[in-house]
Structure formats: structure tokens, C-alpha cells
């Protein structure tokens, strides 16, 4: 059999697709939490906020052209993410055709030994948020004219489950970017100990910033802060 030259064939194509397509969705997830952020501003100026996201891209582009582009990059990026992972994972272990006997702990960062339960627990998530805060099906208002009200119906403080659910995958989600992000941040930094470490601290630091960011919202409704 000839050796195929398709990038995807090799472990380098593959880790490739992991990053580029990593990097987008942390793309996303910034801008979505800036935007998220925009809730303490106030209603008015949130709800504006969520029908300008229909139009960004007019007029060069009809009315929610852009965001139906994007949802479709979100979602190729998704699955191009979970593909490589999935085959990376089977070929690791096609490598070592016969388990260990006695299975030894493997060493490495929580979040790396986490990542792909963090990622399940992750896609479960988006299928819910998306079913609550897009469709409105799950959500207690489901008002898409009104995205204020269905963020404060959601994590209003008689529902907690909600804020715990959504807090369980948002650490989730931190320990997966602590880990994706690092391994962006040592690829683009200085290949020694110490830009290791600087790239620990700054992939902690980002994660960290992430979470906080998200979890703000549901914390205010819950606390009356937003209401
Ligand atoms: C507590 C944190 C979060 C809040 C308050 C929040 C809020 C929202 C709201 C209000 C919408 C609907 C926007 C609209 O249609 O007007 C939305 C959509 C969405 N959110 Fe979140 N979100 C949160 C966390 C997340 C996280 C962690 C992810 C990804 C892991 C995420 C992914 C999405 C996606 C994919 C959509 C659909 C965007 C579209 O319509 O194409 N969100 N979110």
C-alpha cells in the first residue's frame, strides 16, 4: 500500500485540526462572554444587544446571514474538534495494542487526564443552552424578543439547579480551555522550562478569567444583583 501525503493521515495533520479549530471556539467563547457581560448594562441595552447579533453584517450581508455563518463554522469546528480527538484517541491506543497488566496512573495536569469527559460534559451542555437560551424550549420564558428575561427566568433563585448545572459545565469547560490553552501558548512560546511555566500561568490565568466572566451571570440573578 502507498503512503498517503493527506495531512489528516498523520498525528501532526490531526493535532493541527485540534488547534486551529480550538482556536476558534475560543474565539467564540470570548466574544460570547463579553457579550454575555453586557447583561449589567442593563435591559434595554442587552436586548439591543441580542437583535444588532441578528444583523451584524448588513448591509453588505442580509439579515442573519452572518450569525447562520457562523453557527455553521461553530458547528464544523465542533465536530472537526471531537473527529480528531476521537481518531488521535483510538490511534494512541492502537499503539499499545495489549493494556498494561497493572494500569498505572498517568502523570500529567488534571485538566489533561480531564479532557475528554470535560468534553462530553461540555457538548451536553451546549445541546442544553442552546435548547434554553436560542430556542427557548427549556427556558421557563422562552421570549426570543426578550433575551433579558429568559437569562433572569433562568437563574431565578427557585431554580438553583439551573445556576449549579450551568456552573458544574462552565469548571468544566475551564479545565478544558486551562489545558487547550496551554498547549497554544507552549507551542507559541519559547521551548524551554521557563516558557513552560510562563505558559502555565498565563493558560491559568486565561481560564480562570473565562469562568469568572461567565459565571458573573448567573450569580447576579441568583444574588437579585440582576433582576
Ligand atoms: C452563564 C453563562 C452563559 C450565558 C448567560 C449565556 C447566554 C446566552 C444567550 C442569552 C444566548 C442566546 C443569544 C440570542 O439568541 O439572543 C446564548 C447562545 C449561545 N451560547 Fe451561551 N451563554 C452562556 C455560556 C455559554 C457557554 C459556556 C457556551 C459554550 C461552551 C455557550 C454557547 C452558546 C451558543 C453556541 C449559543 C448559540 C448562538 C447562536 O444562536 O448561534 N454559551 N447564550
Not at 448594562?41 to 447562520?68: I, K, M, Q
Not at 463554522?73 to 498494561?100: C, F, K, N, S
Not at 480531564?114 to 457538548?123: A, K, N, S
Amino acid at each position: 500500500m502507498t503512503k498517503s501525503r493527506s495531512p489528516i493521515r498523520s498525528n501532526v495533520g490531526l493535532k493541527a485540526v485540534m488547534a486551529v479549530t480550538g482556536i476558534l471556539l475560543m474565539l467564540f467563547l470570548i466574544a460570547h462572554m463579553l457579550g454575555n457581560l453586557k447583561i449589567f448594562t442593563g435591559e434595554t441595552a442587552f436586548d439591543h444587544y441580542g437583535h444588532w447579533l441578528r444583523d451584524v453584517g448588513t448591509p453588505l450581508l442580509p439579515s442573519t446571514w452572518f450569525l447562520w455563518i457562523q453557527r455553521i463554522a461553530l458547528l464544523v469546528a465542533v465536530l472537526g474538534h471531537i473527529a480528531a480527538a476521537t481518531v488521535l484517541a483510538l490511534r494512541a491506543r492502537a499503539a499499545r495494542p495489549v493494556r498494561y497488566a497493572h494500569r498505572k496512573p498517568v502523570r500529567g495536569s488534571y485538566a489533561a487526564r480531564t479532557m475528554r469527559w470535560g468534553g462530553v460534559i461540555i457538548l451536553l451542555f451546549v445541546i442544553y443552552h442552546i435548547l434554553d437560551l436560542t430556542t427557548g424550549h427549556l427556558n421557563p420564558q422562552g421570549d426570543s424578543s426578550n433575551p433579558y428575561g429568559n437569562v433572569v427566568a433562568d437563574f431565578a433563585p427557585e431554580r438553583w439547579y439551573v445556576t449549579l448545572f450551568y456552573t458544574l459545565a462552565i469548571v468544566a469547560l475551564g479545565f478544558h480551555l486551562r489545558h487547550g490553552a496551554f498547549s497554544a501558548f507552549r507551542s507559541l512560546g519559547q521551548q524551554t522550562p521557563r516558557g513552560e511555566r510562563r505558559a502555565r500561568a498565563a493558560a491559568l490565568v486565561f481560564a480562570v478569567a473565562l469562568c469568572a466572566g461567565y459565571l458573573a451571570v448567573p450569580f447576579a440573578v441568583l444574588t437579585g444583583l440582576v433582576a
